[in-house]
């Protein structure tokens, strides 16, 4: 198979790109290293397409394996005609290889198999042919045999018309054909096993859509509601339509004129669709929906988890992190602007204890005494009350800092982990917290990837996911973020550098072991000095590690060591000096290249435009994070209560959550509140994610409140009309 042709094909781009991307993958270059720093071999692709293709990549390669196995087992068994070999050869998925295989897969011990030990495959050709003007019970009349089993001519038969059935069942067109029409026209249907019994699946107690129209959200519940017992789901297909599709596919002379064969053929076709095709069709749409279902699960936790770590940070401001509890008190913990710890202490401001006039005062002291500006504050158990403390003595003895509410989703699975146990081996799980929550407003990717993103909790039935797939999709989320946004060489993390492309978890400790015996890299270069960091891994990760200290300037920005001689170049062909980087005295680069053209400055550089482009964009904003250009996280000073709330309230919120039927909201009152994909634009949108992303903050309005169950409901399209 000619891969880059296919991927060329499928994906609209010019066939060398394919080529050369493919080339690059072959050659072990990371995603995005490939989408950095070899813009001119793909046309300046971003890394998520880049990312497609490479797994799209892997997929055809599997299937073209699959293919050659198929081909070689029906070729040992002397059956692989031409008409064969061009069926595999323009298979296009793995289901359509394994109908093609069907025939020929060993099989277990089945009707058509027990009839065809007993000599009945003759009689079952003669049939299925209808040719002859024979009655088919006095055919088989030849085919009686006591040795063999078959006592009389009805046995024979209906041995003959299980073969004939299992036959027409292995047909790989009419299964083709049948998958097509029934997801076309068929609706899944769930029921309730017990309609009395209670359960949060109680909407898809009597459920029926089109198949072709179901949201993956409905399929993934009924596929756990199932699991759970509480459904019986299937799939309902009109079957006199699913009979006669087959049926046209083998009867010869169906509306009459032919052979006697017919009608017994007529009865294989029902019991072929009936006990072997439809049960079978019907379990692989229902695995066809959840695939589908999976995939976009887990593109839309993809895309949350993206946003949710590239929140901007809240950079060069001391930090308290709160994590609230009752019976084991809220723990505090002061963070300097680098994130290093000052002080902790545990506080009881709530109940059952309600020292809250003692809480106060610690946490005064704190804030007065390290002149902390902004509080983060556990959105879990307790958080409720723990903000209105908070807001309370802010108000009271007028502080100048704010607060805001942040996710604690999988800081206990971090303060659990051998990870923080070697950052702070002095501290107890409650405590790391607190250090973990303060640090998540400062820095949230550089905190946020100590944790696995399965458990930061902005996905939707991210537990019902293949694992492994879902994994890999939310490590390439990890690792596009934090080299897009590049790593300080001398203050990172081993958790955080081991997400540079290029760099293991082992590579990483070494870094950071070299850095504590030799003190800090005064270059890149100095890289290949670190244990097991050989020449290839320093060409994947040295564009992305920023050394500020370096004497070379460049070191600090995203310009690939590769490419130092060009920038060197370039900036004497417009007049600069190199420590004018530092300087940030380039203010003018762009115009001076303008004017020699891109083009023509390219050329005489040995560089791509592309390249050119890339280059001059960072000399101007050296080290720039690409965070910095984003709206800021909304921080409040007060507090509000679900009761203080009234239909037509205009608020602003920050987006905590995407999902398929709509957005969960942050407003202040510590619930949540949903807009529905219905709320959320005037014009027509098929996923919310068209207009929302994690950490938008928004003007909405309240549409309904249900204290009893915690619910709030929201409009972003304006103030909802009063009834």
């Known amino acids: 198979m000619n891969f880059a042709q296919a991927l060329a094909n499928e994906f609209k781009i010019k066939p060398e790109y394919s080529e050369n991307i493919l080339k690059l993958i072959d050659d072990g270059n990371t995603i995005p290293f490939i989408a950095r720093y070899r813009k001119e071999m793909h046309g300046s692709m971003d890394d998520q397409k880049l990312r497609e293709i490479s797994e799209r990549y ?168 199932e699991r759970e017992k509480f459904l019986k789901v299937s799939i309902d297909f009109d079957r006199s339509r699913g009979v006669s599709i087959v049926a046209s596919a083998v009867l010869k002379n169906p509306k009459g004129g032919s052979s006697p064969c017919t009608d017994a053929v007529r009865t294989a076709v029902e019991d072929a669709y009936d006990r072997l095709i439809f049960p079978s069709i019907q379990n692989e749409l229902r695995s066809e929906l959840t695939d589908t279902a999976v995939e976009n699960a887990i593109k839309v936790f993809s895309e949350n988890l993206h946003q949710l770590l590239m929140q901007p940070p809240v950079k060069g401001k001391v930090a308290m992190g709160l994590d609230p509890g009752y019976r084991m008190g809220c723990k505090v913990a002061v963070v300097d602007a680098t994130g290093r710890l000052l002080n902790t202490a545990v506080i009881y401001p709530v109940p059952p204890f309600n020292k809250v006039e003692e809480a106060k005062k610690i946490v005064s002291k704190f804030i007065k005494a390290y002149g902390v500006e902004i509080i983060a504050i556990g959105n879990g158990t307790a958080g409720k009350e723990t903000e209105i403390f908070a807001a309370d003595l802010i108000r009271e003895q007028k502080l100048n800092v704010a607060y805001m509410v942040v996710s604690e989703a999988g800081a206990s699975v971090y303060s659990a982990s051998k990870l923080a146990a070697e950052e702070f081996p002095d501290y107890d799980v409650n405590v790391r917290s607190a250090i973990s929550i303060a640090r998540r407003l400062q820095d949230p990717l550089a905190e946020l990837v100590k944790i696995d993103p399965k458990a930061i909790g902005v996905g939707q039935y991210q537990h019902d996911m293949p694992q492994k797939r879902l994994t890999e999709a939310l490590d390439g989320v990890v690792e596009d973020c934090v080299n897009s946004v590049g790593v300080d060489l001398n203050t990172a993390s081993p958790a955080l550098l081991s997400k540079v492309v290029g760099i293991s978890p082992t590579v990483s400790k070494n870094i950071v072991a070299y850095r504590e015996a030799n003190g800090e890299f005064k270059s890149r270069k100095e890289l290949l000095k670190v244990a097991k960091l050989g020449p290839k891994a320093f060409e994947q990760c040295a564009g992305f590690m920023r050394v500020s200290e370096s004497d070379n300037p460049l070191d600090a920005t995203a310009v690939h060591p590769e490419s130092y001689g060009a920038a060197e170049k370039l900036l004497d062909l417009c007049g600069f000096r190199p420590e004018d980087i530092r300087n940030n005295a380039l203010g003018s680069l762009r115009q001076k290249v303008e004017g020699i053209g891109f083009g023509k400055a390219a050329e005489k550089l040995g560089i791509g435009v592309p390249t050119l482009t890339d280059i001059v964009s960072e000399l101007m904003k050296p080290g720039r994070d690409p965070r910095d250009e984003l709206p800021k996280p909304l921080l409040r000073t007060d507090v509000m209560d679900i009761k203080d709330l009234k239909v037509g309230m205009e608020l602003q919120g920050t987006v905590r959550n995407v999902i398929d039927f709509g957005a969960f909201v942050d407003i202040g009152v510590h619930q949540d509140g949903l807009v529905h994909i219905s709320q959320i634009s005037n014009r027509r949108i098929k996923h919310p994610s068209e207009v929302l992303k994690v950490g938008d903050v928004i003007k909405v309005w309240v549409l309904s409140i249900d204290p009893g169950k915690n619910r709030i409901g929201l409009t972003m399209k304006g103030e909802p009309k009063k009834e």
């Open 58 to 225: 892997e997929y055809l390669k599997n299937l073209d394996k699959r293919r050659t196995e198929v081909r070689t087992s029906i070729e040992n068994l002397g059956k692989l005609t031409d008409e064969l070999a061009a069926a595999l050869e323009s298979a296009a998925t793995l289901t359509e290889i394994e109908d093609i295989y069907r025939p020929y897969k060993p099989k277990r011990k089945t009707r058509a198999s027990v009839a065809r030990e007993k000599g009945l495959e003759p009689l079952a050709a003669a049939i299925f042919a209808q040719e002859t003007n024979k009655y088919p019970i006095d055919m088989a009349k030849e085919f009686v045999n006591p040795e063999k089993e078959v006592n009389t001519p009805e046995e024979a038969l209906q041995g003959a018309l299980d073969i004939i059935a299992e036959d027409i069942s292995d047909n790989a067109e009419i299964r083709k054909r049948l998958r097509y029409v029934a997801f076309e026209n068929g609706n899944i249907v769930s029921k309730a096993s017990d309609p009395e019994a209670k359960s949060v699946y109680e909407n898809y107690y009597d459920y029926s859509e089109p198949m072709k129209r179901a949201a993956g959200y409905k399929i993934l519940a009924i596929d756990r509601g």
